[in-house]
């Protein structure tokens, strides 16, 4: 069975500054991965994916996340962050064979003025 | 982009009754869309699979003559709460992916969610 670990619950950053967010997996098989973001009251949207190819792949809003399959992560990570950015991001694993998604428990980021 | 509508955005019901809650992907085909159960600040909990034209595949735990889902054409998934509890309030969304059965690499839309409040 597949799993997603967001190890951090919340990830306080002021602006400006960079961030990291951290997302480990469990899968015995191999696992598309995603990065989608939840702002207050809304579904989700799609940051970015990695289905193959190269391990570093970039998404939207500046966004970025480095497969490492040795490690089973897949941070997210922006160089410089703006307010803009405050949501709640999850981490997400495709279930071989279905159509199915094992989200994360997320992780808040909060970026300060 | 392709679009989820998720309707309605927020309902408030009584104890015991039911509310329906839709589903549309306004711009594509979908056979398949996925309803999400997401409780404050915790993640979301996949409920069901609605498969056009066919029963839902309801995960481990889930009443299915609780939560009923209908999925009667390619772009419309309905789910009803039936004898809604305080319990059963919830943030309730709903997914539908892009292209046919078994693509999960194909894109996932999200609809905005339906806040649930049973008093």
């Known amino acids: 069975a597949q799993s997603v670990t967001q190890l951090d619950s919340q990830v306080p950053v002021f602006e400006e500054a960079p961030v990291e967010l951290r997302c480990n997996y469990s899968?015995?098989?191999?696992?598309?991965l995603f990065w989608y973001v939840q702002y207050p009251n809304q579904g989700l949207q799609l940051l970015l994916k990695?289905?193959?190819?190269?391990?570093l792949v970039k998404g939207i809003n500046g966004f970025e996340a480095e497969f490492n399959k040795s490690q089973t992560s897949f941070h997210l990570r922006k160089p410089s962050v703006h307010i803009s950015d405050t949501a709640e991001y999850f981490c997400a694993v495709s279930v071989p064979n279905t159509d199915k998604l094992i989200f994360g428990t997320g992780t808040r980021l909060q970026v300060f003025p | 982009g392709a679009v989820v509508s998720q309707h309605p955005s927020w309902v408030i019901c009584k104890s015991g009754t039911s509310v329906k809650i839709e589903c549309r992907s306004l711009?594509?085909?979908?056979?398949?869309m996925f309803w999400y159960r997401q409780f404050p600040k915790q993640s979301l909990m996949l409920m069901a699979t609605s498969n056009e034209g066919s029963k839902a595949t309801y995960e481990q735990g889930v009443e299915k003559d609780k939560f009923l889902i209908n999925h009667a054409s390619l772009t419309l998934s309905t789910l009803t709460v039936t004898s809604a509890h305080p319990e059963d309030s919830s943030f309730y969304i709903c997914?539908?992916?892009?292209?046919?059965?078994?693509?999960?690499?194909?894109?996932?839309?999200f609809g905005n969610g339906t806040r649930l409040t049973v008093t």
């Open positions: 997914s539908a992916r892009e292209g046919g059965p078994r693509s999960a690499n194909s894109p996932l839309h």
């Open positions: 899968s015995s098989v191999s696992v598309y």
């Open positions: 990695y289905l193959s190819g190269s391990t």
């Open positions: 711009d594509f085909q979908a056979t398949t």
